[in-house]
């Protein structure tokens, strides 16, 4: 059996299913959820009863009304069960059965579940966010009112431990309370989105930044519309004909490996800016590692000549099929680890002496802050002392790994496998583009032939 295959075996599995064991008085059965793990299955009654005839019906091509909104929820709650199935670390049935039960989902709750999660849902305390999250401890007019599902579903990802996306939703929620207020759904048409989007053009805000605000929105409605807090036919403002959100040409934001070279050779007495640049070139030569999995290396990641990790961004969505990138500990790693490592070499001791344990969640989102900003303004003291023209963060420490295997003859499927991605259409999307000189050189093979015919000529 290949990897592949355990994998398969290892992930839950979700479907909507009809029990047919015993038909109710009106000729109708229970639609239910099935999850099957490890040869095991589970099945979650919803509030749907059909018969076999409609059930069928459900993926026709032009079902009635009615059958097409039942499959609309029943479709919401698959996926949700499936992203569920992908975050749960460990899972169990009684984790999952959890995270479905703890909002308002189109399913038939037993009293003494409902009771457990409510008991499991306490141990959760959400007073250390409350300052950072405001949110949480505002009033909401009504549920029909954005602040309500924002507020849930931030709770959520706390709960989840992720910060970021956390951060993300929070301040998706205050620009368009500073725009429009806390508004209802309804209020929230294709003509209040485009003056938003103008709203936010007109601060100095570019394409990319309104796109991820209003893509947060977009699964705030998604959320709403699967917990029956609204009708997506009612409201639902996103989508073809409706508003589409903007998009623009992402910056190439690589270096070439001359300016690499000139990176790695830079000298200066501040020894804030050479650990900073000895981080960014650390981060460049493993792989692009990102800071954050930086920070969370500890020395049982050696193994022999190699750093092994999962990257912290994919943890989740990987995780019936974990991918392990290995770094080879180069020499010029060997000369960081050296030079900046944690002296305390325990196997459960931090590889860099930066992250602490015992710290919660707030804490280390601090760290990682801070982290990140140190090695930006560090390395760009270095680019700009070197009069290196391009904006040099930590993020281009990754394209620059990945464009400059691609311009020395790398093949893609090695990329991608050093990266971590999940596919080649990713990495190939990651890639920076040829220079303009190279693209000239490339052009002019194509005439090669002109070349020998000028000069027979002659």
């Known amino acids: 059996m290949d990897e592949n295959e355990k994998a398969k075996i290892m992930a839950a599995s979700t479907i909507i299913t009809l029990d047919q064991r015993r038909a109710k008085k009106d000729g109708t059965y229970p639609v239910k959820l099935r999850i099957s793990y490890k040869g095991k299955s589970r099945d979650f009654q919803t509030v749907y009863d059909l018969t076999l005839d409609d059930f069928q019906k459900l993926k026709a091509s032009h079902p009635s009304k009615t059958l097409r909104e039942t499959n609309h929820h029943l479709e919401l709650l698959r996926t949700k069960a499936e992203t569920i199935c992908r975050q749960i670390r460990a899972f169990t049935f009684e984790k999952f059965e959890f995270e479905l039960y703890a909002g308002d989902h189109c399913l038939k709750t037993k009293k003494k579940r409902t009771q457990s999660f409510t008991h499991l849902a306490k141990e959760f305390d959400l007073e250390p966010y409350k300052k950072r999250f405001p949110i949480l401890t505002e009033t909401h007019p009504d549920k029909d009112y954005i602040s309500f599902t924002f507020s849930d ?13 956390a951060l993300n939703y929070l301040d998706a929620y205050n620009c368009l309370k500073r725009f429009g207020g806390n508004v209802r759904f309804d209020e929230i048409t294709v003509t209040y989105l485009v003056r938003f989007e103008k709203w936010m053009l007109n601060k100095g805000n570019s394409k990319t930044t309104v796109g991820i605000k209003l893509r947060s929105l977009r699964a705030i409605f998604n959320e709403a519309i699967f917990k029956k807090i609204i009708r997506k036919d009612d409201c639902y403002p996103f989508g073809r004909r409706l508003y589409m959100m903007p998009t623009s040409k992402k ?21 804030r800016v050479e650990r900073a640049r000895d981080y960014w070139l650390f981060c460049y030569m493993a792989n692009g590692m990102n800071p954050k999995d930086m920070l969370h290396l500890k020395f049982k990641n050696i193994e022999s000549d190699f750093i ?51 710290l919660n969640m707030l804490e280390q989102f601090d760290v990682l802050n801070h982290f990140r900003s140190f090695i930006n303004e560090g390395i760009d003291i270095v680019a700009k002392d070197l009069k290196i023209e391009k904006k040099v963060s930590n993020v281009v420490s990754r394209h620059t790994f990945s464009t400059v295997l691609k311009r020395s003859g790398v093949n893609t499927e090695f990329i991608k496998d050093s990266l971590g991605h999940t596919n080649v259409m990713t990495t190939e999307n990651y890639l920076d583009s040829f220079e303009n000189e190279t693209k000239k050189a490339y052009a002019g093979r194509l005439t090669d ?5 000028t000069e027979n000529s002659q």
């Not at 990790?309 to 080879?328: D, H, Q, V, Y």
């Open 153 to 165: 579903y931030i709770q959520n990802l706390l709960k989840q431990e992720r910060m970021g996306s």
């Open 449 to 453: 032939f002109t070349s020998g015919k």
């Open 308 to 358: 092994n990790f999962e990257r912290a961004k994919t943890e989740r969505s990987s995780r019936g099929n974990p991918i392990l990138i290995s770094a080879f500990i180069s020499p010029e790693i060997k000369v960081i680890l050296e030079k900046w490592g944690n002296p305390d070499k325990e196997l459960d001791s931090y590889l860099f002496p930066i992250m602490r344990a015992g």
């Open 251 to 271: 910056t190439k934001k690589a270096l070439t490996l001359e300016e690499v070279e000139k990176i790695f050779g830079y000298e200066t007495d501040n020894k």
